[in-house]
């Protein structure tokens, strides 16, 4: 009874103390408050642009933990090096450049028609004419000889039908170019696809590399702890397990780099490239654009808004070139035969000028006409088509390589917190204090944060690479700026040391 009235009392006193200690004490709500030692607000592991104050350190991002090591005798490519075999191998860039001389060719023979004619004819014929034959009573047989027979014919004026077809085959002979430089422009995002994918898998292959280790040493620690009788036969057989695992994830990793190589080389147009390692490693660097300014450049420098007005232009000379059907054509013409009843036996000449119609069909001379008019509109419509879906191809890259800009800061931190939480479920394991499931948990997050943070990198990269395809031009890096706090892989920060050493 005491400890009850005693309990009455105090909370009767609690509830008219509520509002005075409302007033002192700070409002908790628990859940609620994000603790920014430990999750620091995103703007603040943002990338920005360097500023020009020297005292601030400008750090870039890269890849894994560890780099990449190569025999001393494998040659190292850089992207540079790829996109130059690319440019000189790959086929479908040759076959482009093959399709303009083809038409570069066929422009000189539209401008023949203002060349002159010249044919050369010989022969010999024999004639029995049947009417005269039976009007005299008797056969009358010619014996023709044709030693040599020059025609030279020239073509003065046709009313600007051979300039149409000039233009028109001038016009075609822009679009093949166009197009040669829409296939570069193709070949070389591919080529950047897939260096930036083999440098991913690499990356991951220097992860499973390094989870080897881990559990490597993990098992290790287990099985001396057995050893001594501090842990049990389990925690050996767990770590014998995630070691085998880990084994097999770099086996699967190494096959996607010789895939990785397989394909870079394909595209490269060399797949029986000798074997090579790389010179760089994923890296951010920010490109500061904006949607405006990528429509601009689009406008100016993709291949296919020039292509979209070349065909608008070409549909609008075949409907002048169709409505001067009826043109006739001023011609002069000259010939010398040397024959006769011999080969020798005597010679002649002939020379004049010609207007010549051609043969008109009036019903459908005006329908070609409306076809042709048909087509114009049609190829007007088809340009503004081009061009909306080119605006919404650079929407989409703009806006997916803001996406992937932004996951990068976020995969960066997921990092560090995996590697801080690893570090201590490593040194509870050392000391006896850990479970092994613990430590495995953590090495799988870390594991998973490393893949995440490659994988963010390379889908940057790839997104600018897709950018700079849909503008049809290389867009300029800068160096990125990171805030202090950010703890980088440990590849970074050896090299930050090092420079401060220095």
Not at 316 to 338: D, M, R
Not at 374 to 402: G, M, R, V
Not at 447 to 470: D, G, P, R, V
Request: aromatic share 10%; proline share 4%.
């Amino acid at each position: 009874m005491k400890k009850g009235a005693a309990l009455f009392l105090l909370t009767v006193f609690s509830m008219a103390q509520a509002p005075v200690l409302a007033n002192v004490i700070p409002k908790i709500e628990l859940g609620n408050i994000i603790m920014e030692e430990e999750y620091p607000d995103s703007t603040k592991v943002e990338p920005l642009i360097p500023s020009y104050d020297s005292s601030q350190e400008t750090l870039r991002i890269e890849g894994s933990v560890e780099a990449t090591t190569e025999p001393e005798d494998v040659p190292a490519l850089g992207l540079d090096d790829c996109l130059r075999i690319a440019l000189g191998n790959n086929p479908r860039i040759l076959s482009a450049m093959q399709d303009i001389l083809a038409s570069d060719a066929r422009v000189k023979q539209a401008w023949s028609n203002f060349f002159p004619s010249l044919s050369w004819q010989t022969g010999y014929t024999k004639i029995k004419q049947l009417q005269l034959s039976d009007a005299i009573g008797r056969n009358l047989v010619f014996n023709y000889w044709v030693l040599g027979q020059i025609t030279a014919s020239e073509m003065l004026y046709d009313f600007g039908v051979t300039q149409n077809q000039v233009t028109i085959q001038k016009i075609n002979n822009k679009i093949y170019k166009m197009t040669l430089s829409e296939v570069i422009n193709q070949v070389v995002y591919e080529v950047k696809d897939a260096y930036y994918q083999l440098l991913y898998a690499q990356e991951n292959k220097n992860v499973a590399m390094d989870m080897v280790d881990k559990y490597t040493l993990f098992y290790n620690q287990a099985k001396s702890y057995y050893e001594s009788g501090i842990s049990p036969k389990v925690d050996v057989t767990i770590a014998e397990v995630n070691l085998s695992n880990s084994k097999l994830t770099l086996i699967q990793a190494e096959n996607a780099v010789d895939i990785a190589i397989a394909k870079l080389n394909n595209v490269m147009g060399v797949p029986y490239f000798d074997k090579y390692s790389l010179a760089d490693r994923l890296t951010y660097n920010a490109v500061d654009i904006t949607l405006d300014q990528a429509e601009c450049i689009a406008k100016d420098a993709r291949p296919e808004y020039k292509i979209a007005d070349l065909q608008v232009e070409n549909a609008l000379q075949n409907l002048k070139l169709v409505k001067k059907s009826w043109a006739p054509q001023i011609t002069v013409e000259g010939q010398f035969q040397v024959g006769g009843r011999t080969p020798v036996n005597n010679y002649g000449y002939n020379w004049g000028g010609y207007l010549t119609f051609p043969t008109i069909n009036g019903m459908l001379l005006r329908n070609q006409i409306k076809e042709a008019k048909a087509l114009h509109s049609k190829q007007i419509a088809e340009s503004l088509n081009t061009k909306n879906s080119i605006y919404l191809a650079i929407q989409q890259a703009y806006f997916n390589l803001n996406e992937k800009k932004n996951q990068i800061p976020v995969a960066t931190l997921g990092v560090k917190q995996a590697k801080e939480n690893y570090e201590l479920s490593f040194g509870r394991y050392k000391v006896g204090v850990g479970s092994p499931t613990e430590l495995k948990d953590a090495q799988v997050a870390y594991q998973n944060a490393m893949l995440s943070y490659l994988s963010s990198l390379y889908e940057y990269n790839s997104a600018l690479a897709n950018l700079e395809m849909t503008v049809g031009k290389n867009l300029k890096p800068c160096e990125v700026q990171l805030d202090k706090e950010v703890t980088l892989p440990d590849a970074a920060k050896d090299k930050k040391n090092k420079s401060k050493n220095k």
